[in-house]
Structure formats: structure tokens, C-alpha cells
């Protein structure tokens, strides 16, 4: 007999049976590794999604979204021309917008807060002093807040 070296070869057909499960073990161990990730990247993905179709309502409260909400349209009819009262914290006379400590703003349906109101003549930035204590009735013109009929309060 002649001593003939042993081939080897990676070819699959070539392969002994311990091999060839060996192979069939970690192939099924990476088919579910990457049912793992697969799982993992749609959960995220779905995640992400949810996100995304969130944003835009979360954008269009912007300023609103602490507001209350389901107000009776009876009540809001009623309280719409209701006077607020706050304190004068800022002037703009330039941008006619006067910066008011208000208490609830019932009219709104917003809480008490700090926030700056655009008013229709220039005369009554010119007439307030800061610290006045003042009435007015708060109003929404889009996205901008006014005050009118402003009233100091004695």
C-alpha cells in the first residue's frame, strides 16, 4: 500500500457527520440569533413609529397642551368675555406687548402664569407703569394672546 497523503476540502459534500451537524448546530444557533435581532429591530422600529405619528399632535398643543380640555361650550360662550386680573411685569412699547403675572384665565381655560399679550393700541403700554395691578379680558388670535379693555385696578 502506498501512503498517500490525505486530502481535505471545505466543500459541504466533503464533510464527515461530525462536521456536518457540528455545521447544522451553528447555523440553526445563528438563524435564531438573528431572529433575535429581528424581533429586537421591528420592536424598535415599531416603537420609533409610534413616536413619529405622536409628534405632530404634540406639536400642534405646543402652548396648549397645558390647557384644560372639554370645557362646556355653554360655559366657555359665558366666560369668554370674563376679566383676569395679574400684575405688570414687562413694557414693549415698540411691539405693543405687555408682560403679565395673570391668575387663571378662565376665558383660556389656562392656569396662572407668567406671559407676554399683545395689545391693540399703543396708549395703554404707555399708560401702565411695571407692578400695576391691572383687570383685562385675555383673548387668543391664532397664535398670538391679547389683552383689551385693560383696566388699572385701584
Known sequence: MQNTPRITTTHPAHRDRNTASALTAGAAANAAGRLRVGALTLACAGALALWIAA???QAQ?????????GAPAAAAGAAQFAPSEGE???LDKAGKRVTIAH????????????????????????????????????????RRYTARDVEVMQ
Open 55 to 57: 409628534a405632530p399632535v
Open 88 to 90: 405688570v411685569k414687562r
Open 103 to 142: 391668575g387663571p384665565l378662565e376665558n383660556l381655560g389656562m392656569p396662572p402664569m407668567t406671559m407676554a399679550f399683545e395689545v391693540e393700541d399703543a396708549a395703554v403700554v404707555e399708560a401702565l407703569k411695571v407692578g400695576d395691578r391691572i383687570r383685562f379680558i385675555a383673548g387668543k388670535d391664532g
Open 61 to 69: 398643543q405646543g402652548h396648549d397642551g397645558h390647557h384644560a380640555q
